[in-house]
DNA sequence: CTTTTATTCAACCGACAGGTTGAATTTATT
DNA sequence: AATAAATTCAACCTGTCGGTTGAATAAAAG
């Protein structure tokens, strides 16, 4: 049932990190998640403590389940879900990936190169500037 | 003006997860910030390979910034861009912290207990309607 | 000084996100 | 069978998002 990592290839990469950073972005949706990741529960049970109605909340679980951070099974009229935790492993390796880049090449090379650039040409100039 | 790179304690934990979420949330951006991870650029550089207008960029780097992933100086008529390495360690974290929690607690008891309790549920009906 | 370059500001627009309410559907309970 | 419960579907409203075009502003270059 759960065909989970490899198979899913109709979607391209960059479309489920849109996927799940969007899932991610809204404050209702991570309590959700915060939720789900102290036990398994109902639509109903996850959309208790929210000031908005069952609905709504209905409609972020299924942007969850979309995303695949959330997942769903039916039991009878109840739906239970509960939390992927492997899909937000390519989300937390791309920030690593990208963060590597920085901390590799810009805090060293790249802005010395460019202080240096800005300097030669404020030297030039060199009006009254006094910024901290 | 507008005092960015300042001080903005005010602004919730949340909401600063929000903003970086989304920002990291539109494939464009993320392209920004990989392109602002190889080296500083002006606005105008960054904004050559896409395919839209220079005042779209604009605005989405204004998204990032307000974010907190992209930091920007300016030099004379010349904005330099370059990115925060800090400003996703709070993501990061978030993530993190959110999946060990499954690991832990999902996998094992709290899946288990629910399967026992739907059981028991349906076994209560077993008795007065066929096994399934 | 005039022009070009880099960037933002402002107004506008279509699409989508997040919320509502009301009904429909499926399953349990009595 | 009748009713209640759990959930989704459908229509609708409002605000924000991503994009556009057409200024305005500020600094550099001629």
Redesign the pocket.
């Known amino acids: 049932m759960i065909e989970s990592g490899a198979r899913r290839e109709a979607v391209s990469r960059a479309a489920r990190l849109d996927a799940v950073f ?1 899932a991610l ?2 404050p ?2 991570r309590a959700i998640i915060e939720r789900l990741s102290r036990s398994a529960a ?6 208790e403590p929210f ?13 969850l389940e979309a995303s695949g951070v959330v997942e ?1 099974r ?7 879900l509960t939390i992927n935790a492997s899909s937000l492993d390519e989300v937390d390796g791309w920030i690593e990936q990208t963060r590597r880049y920085w901390e590799v090449r810009l805090d060293a090379m790249e802005r010395v190169l460019l202080e240096l650039e800005t300097e030669r ?1 404020s030297a030039l ?1 060199d009006r009254k500037h006094g910024s901290r």
């Open positions: 969007a972005a809204d209702t949706r109902r639509v109903t049970d996850v959309a000031p908005m109605s069952l609905n709504a909340v209905s409609k972020h679980i299924r942007v769903r039916r039991k009878g009229r109840d739906h239970i040409k100039k």
